[in-house]
C-alpha cells in the first residue's frame, strides 16, 4: 500500500474563512507512526493536539479538532491534502486558530506538498481491514454514512440538493486515481439561501471573493440580492435562474459534490491511516462524516484486540496438520498449535519450556529466548496463514524476503506461553505476502514487526 513522507517543511499563510483570522501554517515530515499532530505555536505552554476522531467538539460547517486548550479550526482541507497523498505522518504548527480558507480547495495544500517534495516512507501503511460493514445515520436530516470491507479504498457522495442548482450530485474517488486532477480542486460552496443564516451565528467573517463559489439556489428578491451584493461588496446582475454566480464559476460540473468528496476524505484522515473500504455517503456534512470515522476508529480497535489463549481453546491445528503443511521439524518447529485462523489473520500458540536446545547456551543461568527466534516462531505461523490459502499446501514453500520495523518490548522465558497474531496487510499478489504479526505472553506484547513472504509450488 502506498505510503509517502515529506522532503522538507512548507508554509502557507492565509485567512480563516469562519474567524476571519489571519494565520501562518507550517508543515513538517512527520516522525514515523506518529500520524499528523497539530501545535498551536501562539499559546504559551500550548498542548501538541493529536489529531483522531475523538478530537471533534464542533461540525458546523467545519470541523473543529480541541484537546484540552488547543483548539483548532476548518482542518479538513489540509488534512485531505495530505491523506489523499498517502502522507500518514506530519506535523503542523500554526499561529492562530483557523487554518487558512485559501481559494476553498485542497489545490494550494497539494502544490505547497509536491513543491516541498514527497518519497516514500520507510514504515508501511498497513491500513485498517473492517471485519463487518458499519452504518451510522442522523435520524433528524436523513444523511447516512457506511463503510463496507473491500479490498479497494473508495469514497462515493450523493447530495440531496437540486441538480439544476448545484450540477451533478454525485462524485467518487479511488485511491488507484490521481487526488490532485479528481478531487483537490474542488472549492467549498455556499447555498444563497444560507447566507444570511451563517452570517447571523457569526461564520463566514473571512469569505472573500476567491474562497469558494456562491450559488443561488433560489431565485432571490430584491431584498435578498442586495444583501448578496453587501456581503459580496460587489454590484451583481439579476437573474431568474439558478446555479453558481459567474463571480466563481464550478471548475466542473460536479464540484460541489467533488467538495463533499473532499471534505469526506478530510474527515476520514482524522483516522490517520488508510481504510480498507468502499466508503459511501448520502447527504454528507462534517457530523456524518465524523461520526463514521469514530464508528470506524471503534471497531479497529476491537478487531485489534490481544487475542487470548486457554487450554480449553478450540485447537484448528494441531501439531501434526501444522507439520503437514509446513516444513519444519523439531527442533526448529516453533509453533504448537493453529487456534484462529481467517482469511486475513491467524492466532498461533508456541509453549515456551526449559527443554528448548537454545536455553543451553542463551543464557545459562538467565535462560531468555532469542528475540531472533521469536521472529521465526512468527514467520513460522504467518507461513500456515499464506499456504492455508492455496489448494495443496505440502507443494509449496515460503521464503521470507524480509522485515521491516521490528521491534522487541519484553524477555521471553521458559514457563512462558507465546501467542502470535498475524494478519494479511495487503491482498496477496504474485505470490507476495505482506503481514504484520505481534507475539504477546498474556497481555504483554513481547516482539513484533512487518513481514514480506514470497510463497512459490517446488518442482
Not at 109 to 130: C, D, Q, T, Y
Not at 250 to 267: Q, V, W
Not at 361 to 381: C, D, K, N, R, Y
Request: with cysteine; net charge neutral; aromatic share 8%.
Amino acid at each position: 500500500m502506498k505510503n509517502y513522507r515529506l522532503l522538507k517543511p512548507f508554509e502557507l499563510s492565509g485567512k480563516g474563512i469562519h474567524t476571519g483570522v489571519e494565520t501562518k501554517v507550517r508543515v513538517y515530515p512527520g516522525e514515523p507512526n506518529q500520524g499528523y499532530t497539530i501545535h498551536r505555536i501562539d499559546q504559551e505552554n500550548s498542548e501538541i493536539l493529536k489529531v483522531n476522531p475523538y478530537c471533534v467538539t464542533d461540525t458546523q460547517r467545519r470541523t473543529t479538532l480541541s484537546q484540552n486548550s488547543t483548539i483548532v479550526h476548518t482542518a479538513e482541507h489540509l488534512l485531505a491534502a495530505l491523506y489523499g497523498l498517502s502522507i500518514y505522518d506530519a506535523r503542523i504548527e500554526l499561529d492562530n486558530s483557523e487554518i487558512p480558507i485559501l481559494d476553498g480547495s485542497s489545490l494550494p495544500w497539494v502544490k505547497a506538498i509536491k513543491s516541498a517534495g514527497v518519497a516514500p516512507a520507510k514504515n508501511l501503511a498497513f491500513g485498517l481491514r473492517l471485519k463487518n460493514k458499519i452504518r451510522v445515520e442522523d435520524e433528524l436530516t436523513g444523511a447516512w454514512a457506511e463503510a463496507i470491507p473491500s479490498d479497494r479504498i473508495e469514497f462515493h457522495v450523493e447530495l440531496s440538493h437540486k441538480e439544476e442548482a448545484i450540477g451533478s450530485t454525485k462524485a467518487q474517488f479511488s485511491f488507484s486515481d490521481d487526488f490532485e486532477s479528481k478531487v483537490a480542486y474542488a472549492r467549498t460552496f455556499t447555498l444563497s439561501t444560507h447566507l444570511t443564516p451563517l452570517i447571523d451565528k457569526g461564520l463566514l467573517k473571512g469569505a472573500d471573493p476567491g474562497a469558494g463559489v456562491i450559488v443561488i439556489d433560489e431565485v432571490p428578491s430584491q431584498k435578498e440580492w442586495k444583501a448578496l451584493e453587501k456581503f459580496i461588496g460587489l454590484p451583481l446582475k439579476r437573474r431568474k435562474d439558478t446555479g453558481e454566480l459567474p463571480l466563481t464559476p464550478y471548475r466542473s460540473n460536479n464540484e460541489p459534490a467533488t467538495h463533499k468528496l473532499l471534505d469526506l476524505i478530510g474527515d476520514i484522515s482524522l483516522i490517520g491511516q488508510p481504510v480498507l473500504a468502499e466508503i459511501r455517503t448520502f447527504k454528507p456534512g462534517h457530523k456524518i462524516n465524523t461520526l463514521l470515522a469514530k464508528k470506524i476508529m471503534e471497531e479497529a480497535i476491537k478487531t485489534k484486540k490481544i487475542p487470548s489463549y486457554s487450554p480449553d481453546s478450540e485447537i484448528i491445528m494441531d501439531v501434526s496438520k501444522i507439520m503437514s503443511i509446513i516444513p519444519h521439524r523439531p527442533p526448529f518447529l516453533l509453533v504448537d498449535k493453529i487456534i484462529e485462523l481467517s482469511e486475513t489473520d491467524i492466532v498461533g500458540v508456541k509453549a515456551v519450556t526449559m527443554n528448548e536446545p537454545f536455553f543451553q547456551g542463551h543464557f545459562p543461568g538467565s535462560p531468555v529466548m532469542p528475540g531472533v527466534l521469536q521472529l521465526e516462531a512468527m514467520a513460522q505461523v504467518g507461513g500456515i496463514l499464506a499456504l492455508s490459502t492455496v489448494d495443496d499446501p505440502e507443494n509449496y514453500l515460503t521464503y521470507f524476503l524480509k522485515m521491516d520495523e521490528v521491534k522487541f518490548k519484553a524477555k521471553v522465558n521458559p514457563g512462558d506461553t507465546l501467542i502470535f497474531h498475524l494478519e494479511l496487510t495487503a491482498p496477496i499478489r504474485r505470490g507476495i505476502v505482506q503481514m504484520k504479526g505481534k507475539a504477546f505472553v498474556g497481555n504483554q506484547l513481547v516482539s513484533e514487526g512487518f513481514f514480506t513472504a514470497l510463497i512459490t509450488k517446488e518442482k
